[in-house]
């Protein structure tokens, strides 16, 4: 089990950076992966990026070359890096961690909003 909580969202202006965290209650070097999914108004929730427990990432192709998820074990965190951000990017964003335990447990954080805007 493991509680993930958001941070760093807010208002920025098109062409603007944020950096998300997430952060976990537990070790994240033995979780199998994580990721960053986000959900506009009106809009099913889609998955932005995810990193795997030895590191590789995948990135949805709305965001390739513009989003960088990456984590720093020793603080159990997990970042998401935004740049030259578009208002298709405001949305809701989540954390997700999947751990395999017999079988998958999939667990959220609360979600951290992202306005772009001018």
């Known amino acids: 089990q493991v509680q993930l909580v958001e941070s760093g969202g807010g208002l920025v202006q098109p062409g603007g950076s944020l950096r998300l965290s997430c952060a976990a209650s537990?070790?994240?070097?033995?979780?199998?992966?994580m990721g960053w999914y986000r959900q506009a108004p009106g809009k099913e929730r889609e998955l932005v990026a995810t990193?795997?427990?030895?590191?590789?990432?995948k990135y949805a192709d709305s965001v390739k070359g513009r989003f960088t998820i990456s984590r720093d074990v020793a603080k159990n965190t997990m970042y998401l890096q935004m740049n030259s951000l578009k208002p298709e990017d405001t949305a809701v964003y989540y954390c997700?961690?999947?751990?395999?335990?017999?079988?998958?447990?999939?667990?959220w954080g609360q979600g951290t909003q992202v306005t772009v805007s001018s």
């Open positions: 997700n961690a999947k751990i395999l335990d017999r079988r998958w447990y999939d667990y």
């Open positions: 990193i795997s427990a030895v590191g590789s990432t």
């Open positions: 537990r070790s994240i070097s033995s979780i199998n992966s």
